[in-house]
């Protein structure tokens, strides 16, 4: 029986949009002599941050505590050792801001009621719904993978046949700048955002079976 000739090959995609929606990672930081006065203090301040939030078009469900920890800190003391300084309480917060655009606003309330104890750890922009930018990411992929195989089944003298197997890869994403009035509008208030698109890139892995071809 003759073994039947495959080929696989690897194509890869890649769909950019514009993100409808930023995530914003905050923290709350707080030092106090006593354990009870930093976790009181932090609560407090974490929940202003929140309400201000909430006050700027932050949904609930779009607001998510993330962490929580409460620890002592401690310096070393000649002959005393290990010594308690004061203990500090942290929280975490997740805010999904959309559109991105009243992400500076949004931000600057919550600068503004956290004062001295908020940090921003960092801002991600993305979609809501991300389906319609991967389904293009992955049809280029797939285009990219087809046209790799006829080319190399026709160097090798034969044609595609049916598909074997298909192995698709996690998609992910990265933020592209973009520049003009859209990277302007994200600086209404606070320091400024950059505007881009987020590109979502597909992998797929195909395997084809080779026929050879028609005789002439």
């Known amino acids: 029986m003759t073994p039947i000739r495959t080929i696989t090959v690897t194509g890869e995609g890649t769909a950019e949009a514009v993100p409808d929606l930023l995530t914003l990672m905050l923290a709350v930081e707080v030092r106090r002599d006593a354990a009870e006065?930093?976790?009181?203090?932090?609560?407090?301040?974490?929940?202003?941050v929140t309400e201000a939030l909430r006050g700027h078009g932050v949904a609930g469900l779009d607001l998510r505590t993330s962490g929580l920890n409460l620890r002592a800190e401690l310096v070393w003391a000649e002959n005393q050792g290990q010594k308690v300084t004061g203990y500090v309480a942290s929280t975490t917060l997740v805010a999904r801001v959309g559109p991105p655009s009243a992400a500076p606003a949004a931000i600057s309330a919550a600068v503004a009621a956290g004062g001295d104890s908020l940090r921003i750890n960092g801002i991600e922009?993305?979609?809501?719904?991300?389906?319609?930018?991967?389904?293009?990411?992955?049809?280029?992929?797939?285009?990219e993978a087809e046209a790799k195989a006829a080319r190399f089944a026709a160097l090798a003298g034969a044609r595609l046949g049916q598909v074997l197997s298909i192995d698709q890869r996690p998609e992910h994403g990265s933020p592209v700048p973009m520049m003009g009035d859209m990277k302007r509008a994200f600086?209404?208030?606070?320091?400024?955002?950059?505007?881009?698109?987020?590109?979502?890139?597909?992998?797929?892995?195909?395997?084809?079976?080779?026929?050879?071809?028609?005789?002439?």
């Open 37 to 48: 006065a930093a976790y009181d203090e932090a609560g407090e301040i974490a929940s202003a």
């Open 187 to 216: 600086a209404s208030e606070g320091v400024a955002i950059e505007a881009g698109s987020v590109a979502v890139s597909a992998s797929v892995v195909v395997q084809w079976e080779l026929d050879s071809p028609a005789p002439a």
């Open 125 to 143: 922009q993305g979609f809501k719904d991300s389906s319609a930018v991967a389904a293009r990411a992955q049809e280029a992929a797939w285009r």
